[in-house]
């Protein structure tokens, strides 16, 4: 069965970091293309990053753009979302999902793209 396990989330205070994970299990993630989206409270899930394994694009929302850094480790394909200077309005569950990778652009990628997905990591901004 194909899995994703996003780690990494809890409380941290604004301006504070965080480094989530994603890891795969029952499928190879070396032909995958790795998304992150979050979703806050009362809000629809929005698309946050992804990165592609044919090219190694990688794309951001404007929200997050030169805050968060999103990475991969290719000897076992964990993807990583390194989240610095993060502000209450970062608050809420973000999800890790594969779609197949097409696209040399991450860019491209659209939500309804990705087939796999995690089950979500709580990430709490707060004094």
């Known amino acids: 069965q194909s899995q994703l396990m996003e780690s990494g989330g809890g409380l941290v205070q604004p301006g504070g970091s965080l480094r989530l994970s994603c890891e795969a299990s029952g499928f190879s993630p070396d032909f995958y293309a790795i998304g992150w989206f979050r979703q806050a409270p009362g809000k629809e899930r929005e698309a946050i990053s992804c990165i592609s394994k044919l090219s190694g694009s990688t794309s951001y929302a404007d929200s997050v753009r030169g805050r968060f850094t999103i990475s991969r480790n290719n000897a076992d394909g964990t993807v990583y979302l390194q989240m610095d200077n993060l502000q209450p309005e970062d608050t809420g569950v973000y999800y890790c999902?594969?779609?197949?990778?097409?696209?040399?652009?991450?860019?491209?990628?659209?939500?309804?793209?990705?087939?796999?997905w995690g089950q979500g990591s709580q990430v709490t901004v707060s004094s």
């Open positions: 999902a594969a779609a197949l990778d097409v696209y040399s652009d991450a860019s491209i990628y659209t939500e309804r793209d990705f087939e796999t």
